[in-house]
């Protein structure tokens, strides 16, 4: 099992940035992708960025504001957003998939999620 702790979330005008953080533990070693989603009011859980050793991926309302990164010595990934806009507002949610799948974007491809940060982004 592996354990996911979010944090770095809070209130940001929009143009603003913020940096999230996700903590891992546990049986980080069968780790295979880590993601970002969200999940605003009234909505979807929504796929924000997920990185697979080198391979980015983002979904396009975040490319060239939000950068997905990973510490692997430090068990560590975080998403750094830039050019906020309120419709980012959302719980942000940071996920860990064990297996060798291709949809990053598919929710069900993980297996460890956390509990959420919220982010509000005020115009």
């Known amino acids: 099992q592996v354990q996911l702790v979010e944090s770095g979330g809070g209130l940001v005008q929009a143009g603003g940035s913020l940096r999230l953080s996700c903590a891992a533990s546990g049986r980080t070693f069968t780790i295979y992708t880590m993601g970002w989603f969200r999940q605003a009011p009234g909505k979807e859980r929504e796929f924000v960025a997920a990185i697979r050793w080198s391979a980015k991926y983002y979904t396009d309302s975040v490319k060239g504001r939000f950068t997905i990164s990973r510490d692997n010595d430090k068990n560590m990934v975080y998403l750094e957003m830039n050019s906020l806009k309120p419709e980012d507002t959302a719980v942000y949610y940071c996920?860990?998939?064990?297996?060798?799948?291709?949809?990053?974007?598919?929710?069900?491809?993980?297996?460890?999620w956390g509990q959420g940060t919220e982010v509000t982004v005020s115009s």
């Open positions: 996920a860990a998939g064990v297996s060798a799948g291709v949809l990053v974007s598919t929710p069900t491809m993980y297996d460890s």
